[in-house]
Each structure stands twice: as C-alpha cells, then as structure tokens.
C-alpha cells in the first residue's frame, strides 16, 4: 500500500499587478496557514519519503512556511511540470515516483489536485472525499491511502481518503 498525501498551496497576495502568477508571493493569511499545517504534521508524527513540489513561489513559500514548524528529514524536489498541473499531469508523476517511495507529498494547484483526489478514490464513510469535491481551498491537505503496490499500478478508484486537514479548522 502506497500513501499520497496532497497539499494546495497556501493563500497568495494578488495585491502585486507587476509580479507574474508563478512569482506571486503569499500573503499573511497563508504564511500563518502554511504554519499552522507545519504544527499539525509535527503533532501527528507524519512521515515523508519524498516531497515533489512545483517551482511557482507560493508553493515555495508553503514548504518554507511549514519548514518553521515541522521538519522534513526527506529530500524536496520542484519540478516545473507541476506547475498548475492537470490531474492527468499530477497521476503521470505520481506513477513515475520509485518504489523506495512508500509515502509522498505532493504540493501544488488547483484545479489539478483537487480533480486527482476525486479520480483516484472512492467516497468513503465519513464524506471527505465529498467534502473535496465541494471545495479543496488553499493549504489543504489530503491523504489517500492507495491500494497499490507500485506507484505505476495507481489507478482511478484505487485510493481512500484517510484525512482531510483545513487550517481553519486547525486550533
């Protein structure tokens, strides 16, 4: 069983005309939220093997967010293709990943991520994967638990969401 968890990058200022969509920064509601999330997978005791990011600095800004409360002791990868990713783009990536990977993090956009969570699970007993397709706002996060052996069996329909974590549902 394979695990991947995907988080929406956190809230972006749109206050900068002059600065182009990949360089926009986020604004302080985000870097709070991007902590906030930080201080919850330190709390859980949550593990990476592997985090794959897209270069965009919002999404860079998230990592370093999180990185002032938590401690990633995996290697960081930002890799331009997820850059506003399809969930088509986002599945190819993910079937790509090594096999030593048995639990990944994927930081990047919607509607991309959001879409992924929907094709690749199945609703589950209490509503999350319902509750995504409602919304997956920013700093959103998503676990699924992944009926695969290998990163390249992952396919529509084979995963669960186990955990759905909001910052604003966060103390």
């Known amino acids: 069983m394979k695990r991947l968890t995907l988080l929406r990058h956190a809230?972006?200022?749109?206050?900068?005309?002059?600065?182009d969509d990949l360089n926009r920064p986020l604004n302080e509601?985000?870097?709070k939220a991007a902590r906030r999330i930080g201080k919850e997978f330190k709390h859980r005791g949550i593990?990476?093997?592997l985090v794959l990011a897209s270069t965009a600095a919002r999404v860079r800004e998230t990592i370093d967010g999180l990185k002032e409360k938590f401690e990633f002791d995996c290697e960081i990868l930002f890799e331009q293709q997820l850059?506003?990713?399809?969930?088509?783009?986002?599945?190819?990536t993910v079937r790509g990943?090594?096999?030593?990977?048995?639990?990944?993090?994927?930081?990047?956009?919607?509607?991309?991520?959001?879409?992924?969570?929907i094709e690749l699970t199945r609703d589950d007993d209490h509503g999350l994967r319902r509750r995504v397709s409602n919304k997956f706002p920013t700093a959103a996060l998503a676990v699924i638990e992944l009926q695969a052996e290998s990163w390249s069996d992952v396919a529509p329909g084979?995963?669960?969401v186990v955990d759905l974590i909001l910052p604003?549902?966060?103390a």
């Open 83 to 92: 850059y506003l990713a399809s969930a088509e783009t986002l599945l190819s």
């Open 47 to 49: 593990h990476f093997d």
């Open 11 to 19: 809230k972006s200022n749109w206050g900068h005309e002059e600065v």
């Open 97 to 117: 990943l090594s096999e030593t990977v048995h639990s990944a993090l994927l930081v990047g956009h919607n509607p991309g991520l959001e879409r992924l969570v």
């Open 168 to 170: 604003k549902e966060l």
């Open 29 to 31: 509601r985000g870097w």
């Open 158 to 160: 084979c995963g669960q």
